[in-house]
């Protein structure tokens, strides 16, 4: 967790240098659900996600190196500089890719799913993505087919109360529950607090054992929320937009999971503080010697600008 929270603090800080021209949309205080969620999974197992991407691809073993050297356009990048922040892969470490057309990946992920079933592999695909999908009408088309095919799919929702600045409340009807709605479609669905590293990997083990033993998919919705404005580096308040409250995000950020989850290792008798300061500190030092050296990478050639098109 702290390798994914330093990555994504150092990425925002770098952001501002405007040397990094892709759109970003940075992942600070959602760490909890990637972490968890890819920690139950295994090797063979495959991670779809959405634009809000980066976490998910560290906690599934991403190159730290390879994810800078890609948002600055470098020859070093996992998509060789060409992608940018919403189009990041890494098949070899079972991270198919991220994309920011929503639901998009959702149905890829039931692709591959019914792929696994088909070859006959014990094999889970994995889908992250917002809320704000299920707003889209591609969602129930995915999840209906998984459904009915008991396909190995976990669908790990991020519910972050907001899509862009869109709050819940101005987008589903009064009382209306999102677990409810994949109940409809008989999909095992369970909301866990996603900021409790803990309670996302149980509850994430669980679905990944039902979806491999061919008891169908599983939808976990992971109740968390974003700290930075929706796409770029700043935080909303800096920026004087309104649509959140300070105090919904003071009381959010008093939930940190990466505080949380330093807290509890230390109540346990796991770790000291001061071992925990030490990881920080290390871990912060090397990924900006990482991040700077994926800046000083070379460009793409000129001639080969149409390669892999
Ligand atoms: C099909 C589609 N419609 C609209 C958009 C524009 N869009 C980009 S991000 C976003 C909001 C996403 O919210 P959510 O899914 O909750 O994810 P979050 O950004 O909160 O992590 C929207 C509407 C899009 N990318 N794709
Ligand atoms: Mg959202």
């Not at 020859?75 to 994309?99: A, P």
């Not at 590293?197 to 998919?217: E, K, T």
């Not at 030490?278 to 149409?306: G, H, M, N, S």
Request: with cysteine; glycine share 8%; aromatic share 8%.
């Amino acid at each position: 967790m702290l390798r994914v929270r330093m990555t994504e603090e150092t990425l925002a800080t770098r952001y501002t240098e405007q040397e990094m021209r892709t759109p970003t949309h940075f992942g600070t205080g959602q760490e909890a659900v990637a972490v968890g969620v890819c920690s139950a999974l295994d090797a063979g197992d495959m991670v779809y996600t959405h634009h809000r991407s980066h976490n998910h691809f560290i906690a599934r073993g991403g190159s730290v190196y390879e994810l800078a050297a890609e948002l600055y356009g470098r020859i070093d990048g996992c998509s060789l500089g060409r992608g940018g922040s919403v189009h990041l892969t890494d098949r070899d470490k079972g991270f198919m890719v991220s994309s920011a057309i929503l639901a998009e990946t959702v149905a890829t992920a039931v692709g591959t799913a019914l792929a696994y079933a088909m070859d006959g592999e014990a094999k889970v695909a994995v889908c992250f993505f917002g809320e704000g999908t299920l707003d889209e009408g591609a969602f129930y088309e995915a999840i209906n087919f998984a459904s009915i095919r008991k396909l190995p799919v976990v669908f790990a929702c991020e519910n972050n109360l907001y899509a862009t600045e869109s709050p819940l409340s101005v987008r589903q009807a009064p009382g209306s529950d999102l677990c409810d709605r994949l109940r409809a479609f008989k999909v095992t669905s369970e909301r866990v607090d996603g900021n409790d590293v803990a309670a996302v990997y149980d509850a994430a083990v669980r679905a990944v054992q039902q979806a491999r033993s061919g008891g169908g998919p599983v939808f976990l919705e992971c109740m968390t929320y974003r700290w930075r404005e929706h796409v770029g580096p700043m935080f909303d308040h800096d920026a004087k937009r309104s649509y959140r409250d300070k105090a919904e995000f003071d009381a959010w950020v008093a939930r940190d999971p990466v505080r949380r989850s330093a807290t509890r290792l230390i109540e346990q008798g796991v770790a000291t503080a001061a071992e925990v300061e030490v990881w920080a500190a290390e871990t912060k030092a090397e990924i900006e010697a990482t991040v700077e050296r994926a800046r000083q990478a070379p460009w793409p050639a000129v001639d080969t600008l149409f390669e892999n098109a």
